[in-house]
């Protein structure tokens, strides 16, 4: 089997992971770049939310697909502690805390959090039960809020 | 077992009958004076500022800090300790506690317990909610005495206060609104106190109705709270009644952006809990309300990723 480029760096992210190592910001990864590139991800992690909020309201008809968008958060969780590489606090307009690389275990936890309860409502998706859907996403978007709410400035959102 | 398509057609189904949203303990309705009670205790948010949660305090055993302004305000106990809580107090004086914002012993009580709201509930909500407290586990934990600055911190400034601002007169119905604008404008108004905190308020503390609900850029513990009248560039005015129902079941905005701090906790502790048909009594009513034009966020600076920008 041909080892390609991604590969490595997706083995080389899981031993970082695994390890707890904290990357810093690689030569060739311009600070701005990181802050746009992660905002995308949070942004994506709200247009899931967005795309079962439509579920729910019933203006669309996708139910099957509520599962689908908790495991694509779940996966976007996961990337969290590697996209606030040490060296990203500034460069470019950034809603992220510096208490994030004071209090770095708290941070990994809550992305941490975040990632085990989207887990549980993919799960709790699967199952069908709507009330419990509806109380799990409470939990998610508690998930999100412990993290914003001591490492996001709250200003413009 | 069904097949999963089966499953996932019936999920489906229920989902597009809006269960998702609607499936709560609180559409079974209650029977007794204290199952009233545990849903008024919901509706009207007691259990967020009565409960030390930061501290690891026992819910209602109060003790949370309020930093205000003023000074710093500690939660009294409201479990029915006989001692340290409100175990001795009659109906009467729950009542009055609630609809004159007076004490046992005769003081006034200060503002920041929301009896300005609260006076506008009816007899029959606050025995239900006293019913409520009263069968929970007493506590024992002595009050902590507020901490505030000179001269707010003399009992008797609340006073004045109480003449200038403070009407105990009910809600009357509006005969010419729908039946689920007037509970509405009830569970908004008397019980879930969001004017409290989305209302600004003039230089005395006291709620300016002249812009209700309209926001304010220094809300209590200095949040920033938006703007829920329905004026469509700055308040609520494109959100559907389902937008808003979702948002108090699960703390996310129709954007995918979740909410924190005391609307997180108006809603974990309260909100999320209330039957569809109340949350959509609010939603209505919300959307009923004269639209007024005032921005409390400033608009989003640019992105460093930028929408659309794939150079």
Not at chain 1, 28 to 33: E, G, I, M, R, T
Not at chain 2, 197 to 219: F, M, Q, W
Request: charged share 20%; glycine share 10%; proline share 8%.
């Amino acid at each position: 089997m041909k080892l390609t480029r991604a590969m490595a760096i997706g083995a080389m992210a899981a031993v970082m992971a695994a390890t707890g190592v904290v990357s810093g910001v690689s030569a060739a990864d311009d600070p701005a770049k990181v802050i746009g590139y992660r905002q995308a991800v949070m942004k994506g992690l709200a247009d899931h939310i967005t795309a079962i909020a439509m579920v729910a309201k019933g203006e669309v008809s996708y139910a099957g697909h509520v599962a689908g968008h908790a495991q694509s958060m779940a996966s976007l969780a996961k990337l969290i502690p590697e996209i606030f590489p040490a060296g990203s606090e500034a460069g470019a307009p950034s809603e992220a805390k510096p208490e994030i690389w004071k209090d770095w275990d708290k941070f990994a936890a809550a992305a941490k959090t975040l990632e085990d309860q989207s887990a549980k409502l993919a799960e709790v998706a699967a199952g069908g039960d709507v009330g419990a859907i509806g109380a799990q996403l409470g939990e998610v978007g508690k998930a999100c809020g412990g993290c914003h709410e001591p490492f996001r400035v709250k200003k413009a959102q | 077992m069904p097949p999963r398509g089966v499953t996932i057609a019936l999920i489906g189904a229920s989902l597009l009958a809006g269960a998702f949203l609607s499936r709560t303990a609180a559409d079974e309705p209650p029977t007794s004076p204290a199952e009233r009670g545990a849903y008024i205790v919901r509706a009207a948010g007691c259990i967020a500022c009565h409960t030390d949660k930061k501290g690891g305090g026992k819910e209602l055993a109060g003790g949370r800090a309020m930093v205000t302004p003023y000074g710093t305000f500690y939660t009294p106990n409201i479990t029915p300790d006989p001692e340290t809580g409100i175990g001795k107090w009659s109906d009467e004086d729950f009542v009055k506690a609630l609809s004159e914002g007076v004490s046992p012993a005769g003081d006034h009580y200060y503002p920041a317990f929301p009896y300005s709201s609260y006076a506008r509930m009816t007899r029959a909500d606050m025995l239900d909610l006293k019913a409520f407290l009263f069968a929970q586990a007493p506590i024992a934990r002595p009050n902590t005495p507020h901490d505030l600055i000179f001269p707010f911190s003399l009992r008797i400034a609340n006073w004045p206060w109480k003449l200038l601002f403070f009407s105990n007169r009910p809600l009357d119905p509006d005969p010419k609104a729908a039946p689920e604008i007037n509970r509405g404008r009830y569970l908004v108004d008397a019980l879930g106190h969001c004017g409290e905190c989305h209302t600004p308020r003039n230089i005395l503390g006291a709620v300016d109705n002249e812009d209700y609900l309209s926001g304010t850029k220094s809300g209590p513990e200095g949040e920033l709270v938006p703007n829920i009248t329905p004026d469509v560039e700055t308040g609520i005015g494109n959100w559907s009644v389902k937008d808003i129902v979702f948002l108090f079941r699960t703390g996310f905005r129709p954007d995918g952006n979740d909410l924190q701090g005391g609307m997180r906790e108006a809603i974990d502790d309260g909100l999320k809990y209330l039957s569809q048909a109340d949350l959509e009594a609010i939603a209505a009513y919300l959307k009923s309300i004269p639209p007024i034009h005032y921005q409390v966020r400033a608009p989003r600076p640019p992105k460093a990723g930028g929408d659309f920008n794939f150079d």
